[in-house]
């Protein structure tokens, strides 16, 4: 199931990200797919949006996991595509672009907070913009990765 996502997700996330806004021109897109309690599917988008420094960060991923907890959604898989970037948080620097370290304390919080919104299990896929690099990783693998913990 999650293999028919990711070909959905993949194109939808490319599309997203052109629509993302950024003073030093570093743009992300992401697309994700979350059900709710009755079993409905819904697919949520965002595209990173911040015009200078002096604004909040304002994620892609940030924007999908408040449009699930709005829709009292959880997600199942996020698919972020964006450029490859040093984690502001850890210090690494993995093959394809990660949640930053504020989005993955957002994870935490929910998962900490029972909100349903990510579980450890929530798939992250993180793909480069030529789609020639992708990397698969539960939350929990995401956040053991970045020397964090849930």
Same mark, same amino acid.
């Given at each position: 199931?999650?293999?028919? #996502? ?11 990200? =052109? ?10 897109? &992401?697309?994700?797919? @979350?059900?709710?309690?009755?079993? $409905?599917?819904?697919?949520?988008? @965002?595209?990173?949006?911040? !015009? ?9 991923? #940030? =924007?999908? $996991? ?12 996020? !698919?972020?595509? +964006? ?7 850890? @210090? ?20 900490? =907070?029972?909100? +349903? ?12 913009? &030529?789609?020639? !690099? ?8 995401? #956040? ?7």
């Amino acid at each position: 199931m999650v293999d028919a #996502m990711l070909e959905k997700l993949r194109p939808l996330a490319a599309r997203v990200r =052109q629509t993302a806004i950024c003073y030093r021109n570093f743009k992300v897109g &992401a697309a994700a797919v @979350g059900f709710t309690a009755d079993g $409905m599917a819904r697919v949520f988008v @965002g595209a990173n949006k911040r !015009v200078d420094k002096t604004h909040p960060k304002n994620c892609a991923e #940030m =924007q999908i $996991m408040r449009a699930a907890k709005t829709a009292k959604a959880q997600l199942a898989v996020i !698919v972020i595509i +964006g450029k490859r970037n040093l984690d502001n948080g850890s @210090g690494k620097m993995p093959r394809t672009l990660h949640p930053c370290d504020k989005c993955r304390a957002i994870m935490r919080r929910h998962i900490r =907070q029972g909100t +349903g919104v990510i579980t450890p299990k929530t798939k992250i896929v993180s793909v480069r913009p &030529a789609c020639d !690099v992708m990397e698969e990783l539960t939350v929990e693998e995401l #956040m053991k990765y970045h020397g964090e913990s849930l």
